[in-house]
């Protein structure tokens, strides 16, 4: 599964990682296309992940669904879809790492122990209390602010130790936590790009420090607006956002591409709306023909 850190490095390796709780809507679609722009501005890969371990949420046949959304909408992957629920062997082995290593912890703390808002104050992070199991695991973090630069937001900057704490990276319920798998794939799936949606931009941080103890490299990130309603808000799955309509797929491509900030495309096609939407793309971000961002 794992490929080498030299391919990593050499070339532009994105990736656009849904979570299959339903078909993608004119939301996710605006992620998905950024993501796919971005690779093909720079010549580069374009991956798909499932994100389908958070299994109270997946739908049956939801993933086989998307696909065809993208097939349909001209935005064809480089290589076969990774599922996350095929790698739980990788994330233990992973994790196991981190235990190795004391950094990570097991907290039996309850949602009613814990302050409503602010960090985890660390109740747990020296052994637990007398009688106490645990009930998630805990990332011990390093002090230090984390600082990086969004391709869309600008710089950033976070103190993660002070703001976050020590964050869960194994729920209660079981599960592996977003933050930990997510920053395990990119990482063993050698991205060096990630282009995602704003909601996003608060966990990065958090990953990077993962990615820094994992010893993984640092992916470039962007972040992009989100799609929103009449009423401001976000469309996702949860407030019920219509589905794509795929009997007009240069409309509903066209309306993502819109809410990036640019012009309807007069395209006729697919294929021609992708071949003028790119080096629109790559104009706006000064990407070179011939990338040379991983050359350094
Ligand atoms: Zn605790």
């Avoid at 656009?16 to 720079?42: I, K």
């Avoid at 991205?191 to 949606?197: A, E, P, S």
């Amino acid at each position: 599964m794992a490929f080498s850190p030299l391919h990593a490095v050499s070339h532009y390796r994105g990736r656009f990682a849904p979570s299959p709780s339903g078909p993608l809507h004119n939301g996710s679609l605006l992620a998905a296309m950024a993501s796919y722009l971005d690779a093909r501005a720079h010549q580069g890969q374009w991956l798909l992940r499932i994100e389908d371990i958070d299994s109270p949420r997946v739908q049956p046949y939801a993933s086989r669904y998307i696909m065809q959304q993208l097939v349909t909408l001209g935005m064809y992957c480089d290589e076969e879809p990774v599922w996350q629920s095929h790698r739980l062997d990788l994330y233990q082995r992973v994790v196991d790492q981190l235990r190795e290593r004391n950094l990570i912890y097991g907290c039996a703390c309850t949602r009613q122990e814990l302050p409503p808002e602010g960090a985890y104050p660390g109740t747990c992070s020296q052994g637990l209390p007398e009688g106490r199991q645990p009930r998630s695991w805990r990332l011990r973090v390093p002090l230090g602010t984390e600082r990086f630069e969004d391709r869309w937001c600008g710089p950033q900057a976070q103190n993660v130790a002070g703001e976050v704490g020590d964050f869960i990276i194994r729920r209660a319920d079981g599960i592996w936590a977003y933050q930990l798998v997510v920053v395990i794939d990119d990482g063993e799936q050698g991205i060096t790009d990630i282009v995602r949606g704003e909601d996003l931009l608060e966990s990065t941080a958090r990953q990077r420090v993962l990615a820094r103890l994992l010893g993984y490299p640092l992916p470039r990130v962007m972040h992009v607006p989100l799609m929103r309603d009449e009423m401001g808000r976000k469309l996702s799955k949860q407030n019920h956002a219509a589905a794509m309509d795929l009997t007009q797929p240069l409309q509903t491509l066209n309306l993502a591409w819109q809410g990036l900030g640019f012009e309807a495309l007069p395209a006729t096609s697919t294929t021609a709306f992708w071949a003028a939407a790119i080096p629109r793309w790559a104009s706006r971000f000064q990407i070179s023909p011939v990338s040379q961002v991983n050359a350094a």
